[in-house]
């Protein structure tokens, strides 16, 4: 294996594990949060942690697209399996991105509600 593939196969190894690593410490806060907040904000918040979620599987794929089975990164890429895999993962990409927008839509829709309330 060359110096850089070890390189960049700890560098993806590292981020990977530190980004599952917050993806966890991200859902414990969001539950020790949401036994805090009212039902209405909640459901924005569920859609948030959704789109978190997503958004780690889009990046958790995009890794198998540029290093193996895709390999984009190396000398002899292999499309044929590379272009499903980018397609997944921009397929989650958008998903999250878009519950993400969904939750923020519920959260500004509960303080509009609570601002014309009183």
Same mark, same amino acid.
């Given at each position: 294996m060359e !110096? &850089?593939? &070890?390189g960049l +196969? +700890? @560098?993806f190894? $590292?981020?990977?594990i530190l980004s599952l690593f917050f993806l966890i410490l991200t859902i414990i806060f969001w539950a020790k949060k949401s036994a805090l907040i009212?039902? *209405? +904000?909640?459901?924005g918040s569920r859609w948030k942690l959704m789109g978190y979620i997503f958004l780690f599987f889009g990046s958790l794929f995009l890794c198998g697209a540029i290093w193996k089975p895709g390999a984009l990164y190396s000398n002899n890429p292999n499309f044929q399996i590379a272009l499903? &895999? /980018? /397609? *997944? *993962? !921009?397929? #989650? #990409? +958008? &998903?999250?991105? $878009?519950?993400l927008f969904i939750g923020e839509i !519920?959260? @500004?829709k509960f303080f509009l509600l609570k601002k014309g309330s009183s």
């Open positions: !110096k &850089i593939g &070890i +196969l +700890l @560098y190894g $590292i981020a990977g009212e039902h *209405s +904000l909640r459901v499903p &895999i /980018l /397609l *997944s *993962s !921009k397929g #989650f #990409f +958008l &998903i999250g991105w $878009i519950s !519920k959260a @500004y």
